[in-house]
């Protein structure tokens, strides 16, 4: 017990000789010893390595969890070393919901058939959303934390104990240099300058020893960095795929609501046979003015292979689109679109629903449907 208060008040007598040192280089009352620019550097390095993974940390959570009380909760849950409950995210909500509203409106009614095709693609999409979560928790978030919960704990504990050296070695100057004073004032022992002396050289061992120490756990922060470079591009990729996978299901969920569309659509009657004018024959556009005539020089004409074509497959109505992205046609059959423009449409019955014939003055080709938007 005594030895347990002789070692508290010894510790209280440190602490106080260190803060009153402290506060003395604070206002310029005591020197203060430097340390190696090296040294100085890999610290300024280490605290703007700590600062700056700190808000990527936070802001790559909320970009993940934009919910504050789930990040709360996983936050919880992550100290209590338990695992999170699953979670849905908000598309696979809206996805249930859908697929429940069609079951109330009747899946059979184009409407419910729609939220079903809908509600479906927005559980795949959620479904992507949530390995994204998993993937960047495992290869981006964990590391960052292990880095300011392990790592950088013992780089802060290692430098505090340096600090605490200084203070020491600081100290010891400061006596050794009194000694000297009063020695050479009043004829002090010299017993006394030996005893500053030797705890002069302690101290400078002792900082010496922690300096050392501290600068190889500063220099690893460079492995620090090119681990935190393997996880960010773990993280673009983990990104690259689900954004990948998101563009490719609304691409599926477009094609299927545009055969959803075609075929509950009518076609115009009046626009049953849309001939193509580029083929027409010069017997209709030179021939006679009588409707007579007319006919007789096109019966004496043999119908070209575009025109027995678009006879046995006659076009629906055409309409108005307006081209949504820049498109450079991959073959004579297929027409180039600029964004913002403005196009005539229609198809033509056995055609892949994912194409339309399009039309621009004397050009026409086919046009892909996802660069369009139909306008009534």
Known sequence: MDFNVKKLASGAGVFFTRAVQFTEEKLGQAEKTELDPHLENLITRADCTKNWTEKILRQTEVLLQPNPSARIEEFIYDKLDKKLPSRTTNPELLGQYMLEAANEFGPGTP???TLITVGEYQKRLGGAERELLQTSAAAFLTPLRNFLEGDWKTISKERRLLENRRLDLDICKARLKKAKQAEAKAALLSEE???AEHELRVAQTEFDRQAEVTRLLLEGISSTHLNHLRCLQDFAEAQATYYAQCHHYMQDLQRELNKCANSVSTPHPAAAVCPDPDHLSSAFLSGPSSPGATVSSLSSQRPSTVDMEQTQHPVTGSRKAKVLYDYDAHDASELSLLADELITVYTVPGMDPDWLIGERGNQ?????????????
Do not use: A, I, R
């Open 111 to 113: 409407y419910g058939s």
């Open 193 to 195: 300058v030996d005893k």
């Open 364 to 376: 026409k080709g086919k046009v892909p449907v996802t660069y369009l938007e139909l306008l009534s």
